[in-house]
């Protein structure tokens, strides 16, 4: 099914899934986007390496449970993603791509709320089911939602954490690069304060397809790379399959 202009634009934010560090004090510091993916039985997480290179305590936020906060889900090690390049002579190129199964029944809620700290909706996220072998068309428009701009503020002795959600449409599909793929913003970026957070959220069609996370600028100012989804059908069809988790 075809998403209208709006379904597509609350499709692209329900399916960016976001990401925490946590610090020592368990209060979140940095912050980045993944997606879940159902995949051969299982649940995963998906986002870029670069995001995750200062590693320690990365979480899932799932949700807000009144009385006790914001539910987060520690995603443990993460696996990474090379390349073997037969003509540079059989080496090992690392992708930015980090992934790791999570459990099956893992549902995040989208929750977002007013000024007053009052959640205004209530959700689940989408959690993708792909093949991973979409690609992108050139006539085609794409769209990624990420969470950015992250604040936290201290009032009567509780923290609150904040985001403001950033939703990008009407993306068309430029060029194959490598591992990457280009798409063209339909203005030029407006710097890495509206993007820092972003890395790691899922680029999908007006279908639902998924077929590229975000992972950079691009070679001109109004354009942004995506790694190729298809390299994490590569890496989790050797992967062994057991039963399915609970969360």
């Not at 709006?6 to 692209?12: A, I, L, Q, S």
């Not at 899934?17 to 368990?26: E, F, S, T, V, Y």
């Not at 936020?61 to 006790?68: I, K, L, N, T, W």
């Not at 889900?73 to 080496?91: E, H, M, N, P, W």
Request: net charge negative; charged share 25%; proline share 7%.
């Amino acid at each position: 099914m075809r998403l209208g202009h709006e379904d597509f634009c609350k499709f692209v934010e329900l399916a960016s899934i976001p990401l925490r560090q946590l610090g020592p004090d368990m209060l979140p510091g940095r912050i980045a986007s993944g997606c879940l993916v159902d995949y051969r039985g299982q649940r995963w997480v998906f986002t870029v390496a670069h995001a995750m290179e200062n590693t320690g305590n990365w979480a899932i936020e799932v949700g807000y449970e009144p009385g006790r906060g914001t539910k987060l889900y520690k995603i443990g090690q993460l696996s990474f993603v090379a390349r073997y390049d037969r003509t540079t002579g059989g080496s090992f190129e690392t992708l930015d791509m980090a992934y790791t199964r999570v459990p099956s029944d893992l549902q995040p809620r989208w929750q977002p709320s007013n000024e007053q700290g009052q959640i205004i909706h209530d959700q689940p996220r989408i959690i993708l089911s792909a093949d991973l072998q979409a690609q992108p068309r050139g006539n085609e428009e794409y769209g990624f939602a990420g969470n950015v701009e992250p604040t936290i503020e201290t009032h009567f002795g509780d923290v609150y954490v904040g985001t403001k959600a950033a939703c990008y449409m009407d993306l068309q599909f430029v060029r194959e690069e490598n591992e990457f793929y280009l798409f063209k913003l339909p203005f030029d970026r407006p710097g890495d304060l509206y993007f820092r957070g972003t890395s790691g959220s899922p680029i999908c069609d007006r279908e639902g397809n998924v077929v590229a996370l975000v992972c950079g600028p691009g070679d001109t100012p109004d354009t942004i790379r995506g790694i190729k989804i298809g390299y994490f059908r590569s890496a989790l069809d050797v992967e062994p399959v057991g039963p399915a988790n609970k969360c």
